[in-house]
């Protein structure tokens, strides 16, 4: 979630300030005119149409949020917030449309997908005349105008709207899934979210069997793969396949594996039927949506490519990945939300045409998950899940939520139950569903299974039919929609799954093997959700007390420091810092940890300096991360080490004999390391940095990631490496991928990126 391409000098300059450490100013506007609208007020200012003031003037009438601050759009005070607010309700329909904030692609895209006719309708309308139309019509009244309304239009609605009014738009608009109740005015449904940190099969199918428990889980089952090669991802796919097709659910709910949708292509290519609805993340320019390896022509093609097919497309978006990558092109955060969806919507006209039932897409926000730069309060958090809510329904989405925070945030366990409450009544389509409200690899906290029985009973909100249909046959529910004394038993799920198959075995027998397979997904780190505490809703008391201690676990590991004696202990230690002053500017100003200090610069040239004409092949990195203990945790880093100079000794692949080791480093100081050390190689070699990095708390695992660049000399020098040429090994750790088999599959991509075909190539599946 967070991936980039531009080269620094193709930031805007607020992003190049970013980078570099320094604040940009926030806007200020001052005093409105009667009458006045944003262009009236530029060329007041400014004598003339200035682009730039324009797109501050929009951002400017956002709610407060750190990343709008980041990319030059943010407001000085709430003066100037009410003033840009009130400039922006006297602006025509009309004039926002034919002056887009960006144009690129994906702009021309939505122009060319924005309904004429509709459009024809509101053009002479202001924003504030908009505004009071979609709080006071009927859903079908807004549905004869919505499809006129440019995504930069959409994007601007919630500028002008109280969290209240967000609230009473989301309950008016509902976009229904096909043939199904999903997305319907009194439904919330739930992504069961089985993730692994090993990709283990048993561990996805009990947390499938686990969610069933609860009588959770309807839209789709997906999960978040830690290893993406075709193979990998093919046996969890066809392990989520078994599941659905033994309780004959294939018409019923789809299955999906979170890798690149290039992958699952390929999967479906290669295994025939196993891959069902397709996963993509979007970004809402067409230089971020390039570090995701997409492109629009893609996307629409594989929207094409499910001619005939039930299941679709499924995306997921989140405010802030834009500026993040350093490709939000100037323009606001919510805005390039809201041209996500517009994306989105375009691939929905398509999918109407090729498939038979109906366009099976749906969209998932994830709110919250990349970091405290986006925004950091609970509050904010619940206003964007508010807008975003509004703003998909608006492009007539099937729209859910990752009502999340990362562990890094301010946001507790117990406030998530707060956030929820909060934007509930606006009816999003489903919310992310996970054993605990902690994800066993992401690191990251979300909603529980049991969240969703408290929120179905609070307010009234059903299971889609078809679903809840299954849970009466499976006995979580009765006829009378009650839940029975098999709730929050996973056994039983897998009992009658093993019925299902035509397992002959008795009970106890089926259960004995069960219960030692449930201890072995929880041996792996995976926990399972059984029974309740007081309430139904409530976790037992022995998993919800291990939840909070891993939760406070989380928060040491975040200010953790790598310690002196760990630094000298490390072979050939080269020690350096970044920009960061302390640990809490590495956390609040994440660029900071991107950028080398003068000190570091100096090291580096020194050992550049040592090596002559002799350049080695490669560079490893280490760096704390967001996690140090991961880093110094006995049995960790050493085993990596060791393995990884052994089998690139034996592949003859001379690499340094020095580890750099960063203070306070992020992703991104790895590619600044590579481009001052190898930016004198030959233009026609490879040469790669392995970056090895302390990931997000909030596990038992403490675990890393290795982010495995390797590029020839010319991209090296032409200093412009970032994310979307950068291959990952992640959720590295004694209890999870052991260090010493994460080095093996470091030297399998090592070898597929300079072109060595080896029999687990993600090439060659």
């Not at 069997?209 to 009588?215: E, G, L, T």
């Not at 949506?289 to 005939?308: C, H, M, P, Q, W």
Request: aromatic share 8%.
């Amino acid at each position: 979630m967070g991936v980039a391409s531009a080269a620094l000098a193709g930031y805007t300059l607020a992003e190049r300030k970013a980078f570099a450490g320094e604040a940009t100013p926030p806007i200020a506007v001052g005093e409105v005119t009667p009458g006045e609208d944003v262009f009236a007020y530029i060329t007041r200012i400014k004598g003339a149409f200035d682009q730039k003031l324009y797109q501050q003037v929009i951002g400017a009438a956002n709610d407060f949020k750190e990343g709008d601050v980041t990319i030059g759009v943010g407001a000085k005070d709430e003066a100037t917030r009410q003033n840009a607010r009130a400039l922006l309700a006297n602006t025509r329909i009309s004039d926002l449309y034919e002056h887009p904030l960006f144009e690129d692609n994906l702009q021309k895209l939505i122009w060319k997908t924005t309904d004429s006719s509709q459009y024809a309708k509101v053009k002479g309308w202001t924003m504030g005349q908009l505004k009071e139309f979609l709080l006071t019509k009927s859903e079908a009244e807004i549905k004869g105008i919505m499809n006129g309304l440019t995504s930069d239009i959409i994007g601007c609605v919630p500028k002008l709207m109280t969290n209240e009014e967000l609230t009473t738009l989301g309950q008016k608009i509902f976009n229904v899934i096909p043939g199904t109740k999903l997305g319907a005015k009194g439904y919330m449904g739930a992504r069961i979210q089985p993730n692994s940190p090993t990709d283990h099969p048993d561990d996805v199918m009990w947390q499938v069997f686990d969610a069933f428990s609860y009588a959770t889980g309807d839209i789709v089952i997906g999960t978040n793969p830690v290893d993406s090669q075709v193979k990998s991802v093919a046996v969890v796919e066809k392990a989520l396949k078994d599941v659905v097709d033994a309780f004959k659910l294939k018409d019923i709910v789809p299955w999906c594996v979170l890798s690149h949708i290039d992958v699952q292509s390929e999967v479906s290519r290669k295994y025939p039927g196993t891959v069902a609805t397709m996963f993509q993340s979007l970004a809402g320019t067409d230089d971020c949506n390039k570090t995701f390896d997409v492109t629009i022509e893609k996307i629409l093609s594989y929207a094409r490519g499910k001619r005939g097919e039930r299941y679709g497309l499924y995306f997921e978006t989140g405010q802030g990945s834009e500026f993040t990558n350093g490709a939000a092109n100037g323009v606001d955060m919510m805005v390039l939300e809201s041209r996500k969806y517009g994306f989105s919507r375009a691939v929905g006209k398509i999918l109407a045409e090729v498939q038979p039932k109906g366009a099976w897409l749906h969209i998932n926000d994830v709110a919250g998950f990349i970091g405290p730069e986006v925004f950091k309060t609970r509050e904010q958090l619940v206003r964007c899940c508010l807008e975003d809510i509004a703003m998909g329904k608006l492009h007539g989405l099937t729209i859910g939520l990752d009502v999340c925070s990362t562990l890094h945030m301010t946001v507790s366990l117990d406030d998530l139950d707060w956030c929820q409450d909060q934007v509930m009544p606006a009816n999003p389509a489903y919310l992310i569903a996970l054993p605990t409200k902690n994800d066993p690899m992401l690191s990251y906290l979300s909603t529980s299974f049991q969240d969703h029985v408290r929120l179905r009973q609070k307010f009234g909100y059903k299971v889609n039919d078809a679903m809840w249909d299954f849970y009466k046959r499976l006995e979580i529910v009765d006829k009378n929609n009650k839940y029975t004394n098999h709730f929050g038993d996973p056994l039983w799920v897998y009992y009658k799954y093993c019925l299902a198959k035509g397992d002959k075995r008795t009970r106890s027998a089926i259960y004995a093997e069960g219960r030692k397979k449930m201890k072995e997904v929880e041996d792996r780190g995976v926990d399972l959700a059984i029974g309740h505490g007081k309430n139904i809703w409530d976790l037992n008391p022995k998993l919800e007390a291990k939840v909070k201690a891993l939760y406070d676990d989380a928060k040491k590991s975040l200010w953790s420091e790598l310690k002196p004696d760990f630094v000298k202990a490390i072979p050939g230690a080269v020690p350096v810092m970044t920009l960061s002053k302390d640990r809490n500017d590495y956390i609040a100003h994440p660029e900071t940890g991107e950028k080398l200090s003068p000190e570091a610069t100096a090291a580096l040239e020194n050992l550049k300096n040592s090596w002559g004409a002799d350049l080695p092949k490669g560079q490893i990195v280490i760096s704390d991360g967001l996690n140090a203990d991961a880093i110094m945790d006995d049995g960790h880093l050493a085993p990596y080490l060791d393995e990884i100079r052994k089998l690139l000794s034996e592949a003859g692949a001379k690499m340094s004999d020095k580890n750099i080791v960063v203070t306070s480093g992020r992703v991104r100081a790895g590619y600044r390391i590579g481009e001052l050390l190898f930016e004198k190689a030959n233009p026609n070699e490879f040469r790669g940095i392995l970056h090895v990095i302390g990931e997000r708390p909030g596990t038992m695992h403490h675990s890393y990631s290795v982010y495995i660049t390797v590029v020839k000399g010319k991209k090296w020098s032409d200093k412009s490496i970032d994310h979307d040429i950068t291959k990952l090994v992640c959720n590295i750790a004694d209890t999870a991928l052991s260090p010493r088999e994460a080095a093996h599959e470091t030297v399998t991509i090592l070898r597929e990126l300079v072109g060595k075909s080896v029999d687990s190539s993600r090439r060659l599946g």
